[in-house]
C-alpha cells in the first residue's frame, strides 16, 4: 500500500495535500518539498515529565517585574532583544552559515556563566572542537556545561537532570527524534524538535537560545518555517567578506521589532561597536560629487550612513537602475520626481544608488538625502563635507517632516556636522543644538539651490 504524503512550503511552513508550483500561503514559487505523512503529524513530546494541571488567574494576580529579565553581558543584543534576555523566551538565531551566530552565543556564556547555569548543546562539534573554539574566542566560564548531542531525548533529558538556567542548541536543523522516521533538518523534524523545546522552556523556564541556518533566500527549512513557534527571531546580516554584522529582530514578543545591533568580526571573536554612525562614516570622500548623509532611525538609535550615487549617460534606450541598500521603486520614483519637479532631465540617464556600510535604509526620512546626491552627481558638484540632510520626498516635490527629529539633530551635531536642510513645515517649534545651523526648505529645488 503506498504511503501517504504532505508537501510542505520551506518558506512559511504552509501543508499541502499535492504538489504545486506556488505556495497558496505566501505565493513563494518551487518551495514545496514532500515529506510522509506519518513524519508530519503531531509531534510527540520528548519532555517525559508530567506537568501539573494548570489553573487559570487573574491578570492581577500574576506577579511582574524587572526580574524576569537578565542581561546578556552585550549591550547590542540587550538592545535587540527589548533589553535584555526574557527567563522562560524561546529565541531563534538565524542567519546564513558562517555569519557569527555560534560566536555570539558562545561569547554571551562568558557573562551568563558569572550567575547563571548555562548547557550549550551543539550538534555540529564535538566537545573538543567546541573546546579549542572557546580558547581561541577566551571563553572559559567555570559554570558553562557542553555537550555534544543530536538526540533531542538524550537532550532533553539530560536538561531535566542538570536544570540549566540558559540552554543553547547549536543548530536546530542537526537534531532529530527518534519517532520521526525524517531525516534531520527535514521540515517535520525541525517543526517537531522546535516544538518540544518549546514545551521544555515554558513548563520549566529554561530560557531557550536555538541557532537555525538559512541561505540568502531563506528557502532552507528553518528560521521561516518556525517563526510562529518562537517568542524572538533574531537575523544575523551582512557580507561574509566585511567585518561588520547588524543584529536586527523581525519578532519580539518582549519587544520593539526595530532595534538593531552592530558587531565588528574579529580574529577573537564578536566586538561591539556602541558608535556605529562613526564607524559607518569613517573613510567618507571629502570633496566628492555624489555623495550625501542620512540620518534615520532604527528603533530609539539615531543613525548616520553616507548614501552615494552615480548618474551617467546612458547607452541604452531604457536607462538602467541599480540599487543597493535603497528601494529600487522608490529611487525611480524619486528620480522622476527630479525631472518633474526639479528641473533635472534625468530621463536618458543611468542611475545607481549605494548605501555605505551594507545598511537598507527604508523610511521616509532617507529620500532628500538621496535626492542631493542624484542631482550632485548630475551636476558633478560637490555637496559641503559638513552638512546633511533629513526629509520626505513627495510626488509634487514637497518636503515632509519625519518623527524623532530633535533626536536626529543631536546625533548630527554629535559627530561634528555644521548645517542640516530640513523641512520648512512642522519644525517651527525645533530648537536646534548651539552650533548646528537648521536650512529649512519647501520643496527640492530650494533644497538642491542650498547645497549646491
Known sequence: MKSKTIFFCTNCGNESPRWLGQCPACGAWNTLQEQPAASAGPAKSAVKTAAPQSRAKKLCEIEGGDEIRFSTGMDELDRVLGGGAVRGSLVLVGGAPGIGKST????????????????????????????????????????????????????????????????????????????????????SQVKDCTMNLMQLSKQHGFTVFVVGHINKEGSIAGPKVLEHMV?????????????????????????????????????????????????????????????????VMEGTRPLLAEVQALVTKSGYAAPRRTCDGFDLNRANLLMAVLEKRGGLPLGGFDGYINV?????????????PVVLAIASSY????????????????????????????????????????????PRHGTAGLLAPEGLELLRVRNIREAIEIAL
Request: hydrophobic share 35%; with cysteine; glycine share 8%.
Open 104 to 187: 555570539l552565543l558562545l561569547q554571551i556564556c562568558q557573562y551568563v556563566c558569572r550567575s547563571q547555569n548555562v548547557l550549550y548543546v551543539s550538534g555540529e562539534e564535538s566537545e573538543k572542537q567546541l573546546k579549542m573554539r572557546a580558547q581561541r574566542l577566551m571563553v572559559d566560564p567555570e559554570n558553562l556545561q557542553v555537550l555534544s548531542e543530536t538526540n533531542l531525548d538524550s537532550i532533553v533529558q539530560t536538561a531535566l537532570d542538570l536544570r540549566p538556567e540558559v540552554l543553547i542548541i547549536d543548530s536546530i536543523q542537526t537534531l532529530y527524534l527518534q519517532e520521526n522516521q525524517s531525516p534531520p533538518g527535514s521540515i
Open 231 to 295: 517568542d524572538c527571531v533574531l537575523y544575523f546580516e551582512g557580507d561574509r567578506n566585511t567585518s561588520y554584522r547588524i543584529l536586527r529582530a523581525a519578532k519580539n514578543r518582549f519587544g520593539s521589532t526595530n532595534e538593531m545591533g552592530v558587531f565588528e568580526m574579529t580574529d577573537t571573536g564578536l566586538e561591539q561597536v556602541p558608535n556605529p554612525s562613526e564607524t559607518l562614516l569613517a573613510g567618507r570622500p571629502h570633496g566628492a560629487p555624489g555623495t550625501c548623509v542620512a540620518c
Open 356 to 368: 555605505i556600510g551594507g545598511l537598507t535604509l527604508d523610511e521616509p526620512g532617507a529620500d532628500l
Open 379 to 422: 551636476r558633478d558638484k560637490p555637496i559641503a563635507d559638513d552638512l546633511t540632510a533629513i526629509g520626505e520626498v513627495g510626488l509634487t516635490g514637497e518636503i515632509r517632516s519625519v518623527n524623532n527629529l530633535q533626536q536626529r539633530l543631536q546625533e548630527i551635531f554629535r559627530l561634528g556636522f555644521k548645517k542640516c536642510i530640513i
